[in-house]
């Protein structure tokens, strides 16, 4: 009898232990999991310019990488030039987010659109996010490649015909985009007189990185940019302006961007930890740093193409 209860006891033991060996395998495999679902998101300057051509320098476009799929905020001339040296695959692009018309944020869409169904979207359509306007801009680009996409989807690559569609949404303030892995925010800036001018926030397991797009200082870029691990603001150098346009043009310049030093003002009024110069109006890094550097006392990098800017 002894022997039968000692017995009993040792399996209820040796039971006990084995449940708690799955507890813990299970514990295990959902803190894998949960590691794998946040992944590393990173800003990639793919273009840090503005209109003035540099070879230096592709126009404005910013990708945001989350390793098993990226967006893209504008599309300026020789983004896809400045994506060919990088290792993002078309296959993984998720969404385009366009902050307004200035030729300078779209002038590579049009590019981007045709280059990303040939080599990697194939079936999937461009996801094409935007303010008021983004439709037409879509049935102009479509238009304007019809007899490229007659040529490669029927006659000769037979590459997939959705592909060559566009899926286009025209959005208001807020959250725009939800996969699961990245939350993206839609936010109005002010560029008057250009309007609607946009820009965007995105946020991943904690962490986040706001594109400002072109603007003046503001009380709603403040707000969106509040606690972002990255902000990536565009900034000219005054005294650039200054030297290369008309006192007249220069004023209105001025009137409608955000200069380094701003830009420093606005990092620090936001609490953000990183603050990245981009959409740079102006040659002269060591002065782009040095005014930045008058407001805002966190990390400042002033940006280069192909530059990649991780939250961590």
């Known amino acids: 009898m002894v022997a039968d209860r000692v017995r009993r006891v040792a399996c209820i033991d040796s039971g006990q232990r084995t449940a708690d060996s799955r507890n813990v395998v299970v514990f295990l495999v959902c803190c894998l999991l949960s590691a794998v679902r946040c992944l590393a998101i990173d800003a990639i300057l793919i273009g840090t310019g503005f209109p003035r051509p540099d070879p230096n320098r592709a ?55 045709d280059t990303s169904w040939q080599f990697g979207r194939k079936s999937a359509p461009l996801e094409l996010y935007g303010p008021r306007g983004t439709r037409k801009l879509a049935d102009a680009m479509t238009s304007f490649f019809a007899a490229d996409i007659h040529y490669r989807r029927d006659l000769l690559e037979k590459h ?4 060559a569609t566009i899926h286009t949404r025209e959005i208001v303030e807020g959250v ?23 820009g965007y926030r995105f946020e991943s397991c904690g962490k986040a990185i706001v594109v400002s797009g072109d603007t003046r200082p503001n009380d709603n870029l403040l707000k969106f940019a ?38 420093g003002v606005i990092a620090t009024k936001a609490g953000v930890k990183t603050l990245v110069l981009t959409h740079l109006v102006g040659f002269d890094e060591a002065a782009f740093l040095a005014q930045a550097s008058k407001t805002f006392k966190g990390k400042i990098i002033v940006g280069r193409d192909l530059m990649r800017v991780s939250t961590d």
């Open 59 to 113: 126009a404005a476009c910013t990708v945001i990488d989350l390793g098993d799929e990226w967006f893209v905020v504008d599309a300026g001339r020789g983004a896809t030039m400045r994506i060919a040296a990088t290792q993002l695959e078309y296959a993984k692009m998720r969404a385009v987010f366009i902050t307004h018309f200035h030729s300078d944020h779209i002038a590579g869409l049009p590019d981007l659109f």
């Open 160 to 163: 997939p015909a959705a592909g």
């Open 176 to 198: 725009i985009f939800d996969d699961g892995k990245v939350k993206v925010r839609r936010f109005n800036v002010d560029h008057r007189p250009v309007e609607p001018a946009l």
């Open 226 to 263: 509040r606690g972002a691990d990255v902000l990536v603001m565009e900034a000219y150098l005054p005294e650039f302006l200054d030297k290369v346009d008309t006192p007249e043009v220069a004023a209105r310049l001025k009137h409608y961007h955000t200069s380094a030093e701003e830009a």
